[in-house]
Each structure stands twice: as structure tokens, then as C-alpha cells.
T-cell receptor, first 114, second 109 residues
Framework: DAGITQSPRYKITETGRQVTLMCHQTWSHSYMFWYRQDLGHGLRLIYYSAAADITDKGEVPDGYVVSRSKTENFPLTLESATRSQTSVYFC?????????????FGPGTRLTVL | QQPVQSPQAVILREGEDAVINCSSSKALYSVHWYRQKHGEAPVFLMILLKGGEQKGHEKISASFNEKKQQSSLYLTASQLSYSGTYFCGAGGSQGNLIFGKGTKLSVKP
């Protein structure tokens, strides 16, 4: 039972390049989320998705694009990476976005933009 | 707006108690607590709901003061395994979570 996985786990790229971070979950959870974690800021929501083909912005969506063609996958794309996007990115999923639903986090992707 | 957590960091000896607070300027419908160990993903600890219901997986207690929009996490008789960063997530009416910046807890032998 893989749960929720992210790939790659580590990525180094250069300013201006396009980067895609992958997230895959095996639970058939409806909701999926992308967060970034930076020192001094905690976890900040970038985008989330309620179902396939339904996505919405979170707190810090600028510079990011998401898609969700299949329930189990939720890729995050940095169309033109900037140094300020150096961060640890976590994907999470939950069955529903209700007050009682737990979010389960993936292992994270550490992205460095040079 | 992110909820405010206090303290930012705390150092304990094994067996000591700690309280971590979470305060929101917006109406809280639920509070979710997570713990993250260094280099790992956040792991769910507990949910507190408006009306007093609690759901959790570990023997950690917490309170939720709806009037003050505050929650507190109580760690008693701390163990080395309690070390990590604790995050509260403020649940709004739509269910999405806004996380605080975290409280780093270090338990020493």
C-alpha cells in the first residue's frame, strides 16, 4: 500500500526552466493539495483540487500551474522557476474537505532553483 | 491569515509537560494538529471540532475555546519521541486548512 508518493524527492534546476513535481495517491481520495514549506513560514497552500478537472488557488498560487486529469495524480508545474521558489513541496490528500477530514502528506520534494 | 502559534520553540527534559497554543483572528470551525519530525512529512495528531468533539490517534490532549478562537495542545510527561515541530491548522467554513508557522519542541534526556 503505497499511499501518497511524490517524485522526484530532490531536484536542482536553474532559473527560468520549467519543472514539474509529481504527486500520486492510491487511496482514491477526492481532495489533493500542494503546500510549500519555508523556514519562518510554515506550510502554505499553493493549490488544491476537489476532484478530477476541478482545481482552485490557495494562499500562494503565483508562478505555479496544476492539473488533475486523473483522480490519483496531481502534478505541480513551475513554468519558469525563480529562486524564490526554492522550497520543500508537500502534496497531501484527504477523502473530503470537511471539518473532520485528516490530510495525509507525501514525503516531500526538496527543490533548489539556482 | 495564518493562525499564530506560541511559543515558537520550547526545550524540555524528559518527563516535563508542555503547552502549545494556537490562536486565530478568523472564526474557527475546527483545529487540526500535526507533528513533523526533521526531514519528514507532517503527521496527523488530532482534530478538534466546534462543539467540543475531539478525534485523535495518540494519547495527546487538547482544548478548543471557540469564543476566543484558540486551541491548546497539551503534552504531558514528554518523551524523546515527542520532539519535532508542531503545527496547528485552522479550519474554516469550507474545510481548507491554514497552518500556523509551527512550534519547535525539543525533548532532552
Amino acid at each position: 500500500d503505497a499511499g501518497i508518493t511524490q517524485s522526484p524527492r530532490y531536484k536542482i534546476t536553474e532559473t527560468g526552466r520549467q519543472v514539474t513535481l509529481m504527486c500520486h495517491q492510491t487511496w482514491s481520495h477526492s481532495y489533493m493539495f500542494w503546500y510549500r514549506q519555508d523556514l519562518g513560514h510554515g506550510l502554505r497552500l499553493i493549490y488544491y483540487s476537489a476532484a478530477a478537472d476541478i482545481t482552485d488557488k490557495g494562499e500562494v498560487p503565483d508562478g505555479y500551474v496544476v492539473s488533475r486529469s486523473k483522480t490519483e495524480n496531481f502534478p505541480l508545474t513551475l513554468e519558469s522557476a525563480t529562486r524564490s521558489q526554492t522550497s520543500v513541496y508537500f502534496c497531501a490528500s484527504s477523502q473530503e474537505v470537511r471539518r473532520t477530514d485528516t490530510q495525509y502528506f507525501g514525503p516531500g520534494t526538496r527543490l533548489t532553483v539556482l | 491569515q495564518q493562525p499564530v502559534q506560541s511559543p515558537q520553540a520550547v526545550i524540555l527534559r524528559e518527563g516535563e509537560d508542555a503547552v502549545i497554543n494556537c490562536s486565530s483572528s478568523k472564526a474557527l470551525y475546527s483545529v487540526h494538529w500535526y507533528r513533523q519530525k526533521h526531514g519528514e512529512a507532517p503527521v496527523f495528531l488530532m482534530i478538534l471540532l466546534k462543539g467540543g468533539e475531539q478525534k485523535g490517534h495518540e494519547k495527546i490532549s487538547a482544548s478548543f475555546n471557540e469564543k476566543k478562537q484558540q486551541s491548546s495542545l497539551y503534552l504531558t510527561a514528554s518523551q524523546l519521541s515527542y520532539s519535532g515541530t508542531y503545527f496547528c491548522g485552522a479550519g474554516g467554513s469550507q474545510g481548507n486548512l491554514i497552518f500556523g508557522k509551527g512550534t519547535k519542541l525539543s525533548v532532552k534526556p
